[in-house]
């Protein structure tokens, strides 16, 4: 059987993910089922994957957020990864705040540990909003994505350290 991945993430927990839901709905045409509601899991930003467990984070997280405020990220277009299924997903705008916290994040763990999207000089920011669009759909998904005009805030509030999938959250910590 093999090993779940291990994340740290930024959720949003509260009502100003209402525009990510709605990119849920209206991509999720692209897809079989609709990815995103099916991971059961509130949008968010992956700031680190690990094939394995990088231990106890519990210390890392606190020293890393525990006076960290919510974080407002705004969103402003629609990208894509083109993989074998291509993964769509909300663009925020460049944020000096969350570049930080990615970046001190890291600094805790070896670089290598990390799998090297995630990693600092390579990470791209992003909420997914549909993760397996199939090669069927990609032109269609595609056009879409370049048609979205984005201008709407999401208030992140929660860090926490998951394996997946599905999602099991190992800890959590609620952003002042």
């Known amino acids: 059987m093999q090993q779940m991945p291990y994340g740290i993430c930024l959720k949003s927990c509260n009502a100003t993910r209402s525009e990510i839901l709605k990119l849920w ?3 999720s045409i692209f897809e079989a ?5 099916e991971l059961g899991y ?3 930003l992956t700031l680190a994957v690990f094939e394995q ?4 984070v519990s210390a890392i997280m606190a020293e890393v957020f ?3 405020k919510k974080l407002s990220i705004t969103f402003d277009a629609v990208k894509y990864f083109d993989n074998e299924t ?3 997903w909300a663009k925020p705008r460049s944020n000096h705040a969350l570049s930080d916290i990615h970046s001190r994040l890291h600094s805790h763990f070896d670089r290598l540990s990390c799998h090297e999207h995630y990693r600092v000089g390579r ?3 992003h909420c997914s909003i ?3 669009v199939p090669q069927s759909a990609k032109p269609a998904a595609i056009q879409w994505a370049e048609s979205q005009r984005l201008k709407f805030t999401v208030e992140f509030d929660v860090v926490d350290f998951v394996q997946f999938p599905p999602v099991v959250v190992q800890r959590e910590l609620r952003l002042r």
Request: charged share 20%.
């Open 25 to 27: 709905d209206e991509a």
């Open 86 to 88: 291509m993964v769509l």
């Open 33 to 37: 089922k609709g990815s995103m509601q």
């Open 53 to 56: 467990s990088p231990g106890d």
């Open 130 to 132: 549909a993760t397996k």
């Open 42 to 44: 509130p949008p968010h």
């Open 123 to 125: 990470w791209v920011p």
């Open 66 to 68: 525990s006076a960290q």
